[in-house]
């Protein structure tokens, strides 16, 4: 059983960035693929990135509309993942939750994911 939390979301202005953390007080997380959804106001839930674990050469995804802006990362001995968002937009503005499963297909699905995180808020305004 994991126990997910996240941190690091807040309010920024447009065009600046923030890094997001999700760690696993059980230090499991290492097994894990991990991935990170978002859910604005009146939308569905979204998923925007991912990484595998070592087992699957922690490979990452991204949702197109991160690519090139946001960085996944993992730190198995901080027992860490990271979101790095950059040139953040008022479009990326959400709640942001961290999960962890086993990917199961070639790309990862929410139904992968077991574990999921309280939420971190994300808003972009000026």
């Known amino acids: 059983q994991l126990h997910l939390v996240e941190s690091g979301g807040g309010l920024v202005r447009p065009g600046e960035s923030l890094r997001l953390s999700c760690t696993d007080s059980?230090?499991?997380?290492?097994?894990?693929?991990v991935g990170w959804f978002r859910q604005a106001p009146g939308k569905e839930r979204e998923g925007v990135s991912c990484?595998?674990?070592?087992?699957?050469?922690?490979?990452?995804f991204y949702t197109d509309s991160v690519k090139g802006r946001f960085t996944i990362s993992r730190d198995n001995a901080k027992n860490t993942v990271t979101l790095q968002m950059n040139s953040l937009t008022p479009e990326d503005t959400a709640v942001y939750y961290c999960?962890?499963?086993?990917?199961?297909?070639?790309?990862?699905?929410?139904?992968?994911?077991?574990?999921w995180g309280q939420g971190t808020q994300v808003t972009v305004s000026s």
């Open positions: 999960a962890a499963g086993r990917i199961r297909g070639a790309v990862p699905a929410a139904g992968d994911f077991n574990f």
């Open positions: 990484i595998n674990n070592s087992d699957h050469n922690n490979n990452t």
């Open positions: 059980g230090f499991e997380l290492r097994y894990y693929a």
